[in-house]
T-cell receptor
Framework: GQNIDQPTEMTATEGAIVQINCTYQ??????LFWYQQHAGEAPTFLSY??LDGLEEKGRFSSFLSRSKGYSYLLLKELQMKDSASYLC??????????WGAGTKLIIKP | GAVVSQHPSWVICKSGTSVKIECRSL??????MFWYRQFPKQSLMLMAT?????????EQGVEKDKFLINHASLTLSTLTVTSAHPEDSSFYIC?????????????FGPGTRLTVL
């Protein structure tokens, strides 16, 4: 079956760095997405990785290793507004998104 | 960027009534639209995928006679929850994908919170 695993919840301090991991097993691979979702709102796109390596976008970076079925989202200089759920999603061979359950990130002052 | 709207943002209805939710792509033509449902503290669950002018493809376990999807144009898809019951209360989110993008990124609407009394 298809499976996306990510931690349920993480806590970090304002100004610090946090890494959210995601491992996946899917039928085919056409890219991995990270989305941010604040409570009661729809997800917003953060990043897309289809090749191995690190993609940096401001305070957020996303890494992919296809051979390991592994990705992480790195958030630097954490701000209180970064408190949200972070969803990892993989596009399979049918171009269907398989969603992880999300990681709730709690930022403390 | 691509903008997707949903209407209404929230709706409260009595058990047994039907509710229609609209999803529009405002500044692009969407080749495919997706409907998701999200229960509290859970991830997104894909309900169905629809392409303009053709019947929607429903995920396993989703009743197509209960959740009617109409994709009349490249900018509008509607989801009708027929004979709604309290267990249908959820956050319904649509998304639209743009074929021109290599990776079929999905742009999400703001969601519709449905409460069935």
């Amino acid at each position: 079956g298809q499976n996306i695993d990510q931690p349920t919840e993480m806590t970090a301090t304002e100004g610090a760095i946090v890494q959210i991991n995601c491992t996946y097993q899917t039928s085919g691979f056409n890219g991995l997405f990270w989305y941010q979702q604040h409570a009661g709102e729809a997800p917003t796109f953060l990043s897309y990785n289809v090749l191995d390596g690190l993609e940096e976008k401001g305070r957020f970076s996303s890494f992919l290793s296809r051979s390991k079925g592994y990705s992480y989202l790195l958030l630097k200089e954490l701000q209180m507004k970064d408190s949200a759920s972070y969803l990892c999603a993989v596009m399979d061979s049918n171009y269907q998104l398989i969603w992880g359950a999300g990681t709730k990130l709690i930022i403390k002052p | 960027g691509a903008v997707v709207s949903q209407h209404p943002s929230w709706v409260i209805c009595k058990s047994g009534t039907s509710v229609k939710i609209e999803c529009r792509s405002l500044d692009f033509q969407a080749t495919t639209m997706f409907w998701y449902r999200q229960f509290p503290k859970q991830s997104l669950m894909l309900m169905a995928t629809s392409n303009e002018g053709s019947k929607a493809t429903y995920e396993q376990g989703v009743e197509k006679d209960k959740f009617l999807i109409n994709h009349a144009s490249l900018t509008l898809s509607t989801l009708t929850v027929t004979s709604a019951h309290p267990e249908d209360s959820s956050f319904y989110i649509c998304s639209a994908s743009l074929a021109e993008l290599n990776y079929n990124e999905q742009f999400f609407g703001p969601g519709t919170r449905l409460t069935v009394l």
